[in-house]
């Protein structure tokens, strides 16, 4: 799988689904699987049984991951979705720029 179009700690909208239109922040990235875990978004309930570390049991909900398709990054500038592209900075190193506005993410 190719490397993924957002990191952790981007802000995120998702373009398709049950929660299109949500922003969240980004918390895990699951590259192998071409998946990402946002804050907030996609919540499922799951059955704990009481274990040492997690002395009550019972139903916890938690983020479930969703596709990185379903997802496109808020640009910074406009605060609307955009798409990612990679540019070569002058000292030889890469960073993400926003197609929307054209503005540098970050470095890669």
Avoid: F, W, Y
Avoid at 22 to 44: D, F, S, T
């Amino acid at each position: 799988m190719a490397m993924a179009h957002v990191r952790r700690g981007d802000t995120v909208v998702v373009v398709a689904g049950k929660d299109r239109g949500k922003r969240g922040k980004v918390l895990r990235v699951v590259p192998g699987k071409g998946r990402v875990v946002v804050e907030k978004i996609n919540m499922i309930k799951k059955h704990q049984r009481p274990t040492q570390k997690l002395r009550q049991g019972g139903i916890i909900e938690r983020e479930g991951a969703i596709h990185l398709s379903n997802v496109m990054l808020v640009d910074p500038q406009t605060s609307k979705p955009t798409r990612v592209g990679v540019r070569e900075l002058a000292d030889g190193k890469k960073a993400r720029i926003a197609r929307r506005s054209g503005e540098i993410m970050d470095k890669a």
